[in-house]
């Protein structure tokens, strides 16, 4: 199945991409720890996820 965000660590910085799109948005430490931590878990929702990914 296909994703529709990727976070990954890049040259010291955390980015959430969308496959496909040339953009990005470069995350806080802390956001891309709980994504980790989220995804350990099971995919929990997080609430400010939605907001920074819609961000141009």
Same mark, same amino acid.
């Given at each position: 199945?296909?994703? *529709?965000? =990727?976070?990954?660590? +890049? =040259? $010291? &910085?955390?980015?959430?991409?969308?496959? %496909? /799109?040339?953009?990005?948005?470069? =995350?806080?430490? $802390?956001? +891309? *720890?709980? =994504?980790?931590?989220?995804? !350990?878990? %099971?995919? /929990?929702?997080?609430?400010?996820? !939605? %907001?920074? !990914?819609? &961000?141009?």
């Amino acid at each position: 199945m296909p994703h *529709d965000l =990727l976070a990954a660590p +890049f =040259l $010291g &910085r955390y980015l959430l991409l969308r496959p %496909g /799109s040339p953009e990005g948005v470069q =995350l806080p430490r $802390g956001y +891309f *720890d709980q =994504l980790a931590q989220a995804t !350990a878990a %099971g995919g /929990s929702y997080l609430p400010w996820l !939605a %907001g920074r !990914a819609r &961000r141009p």
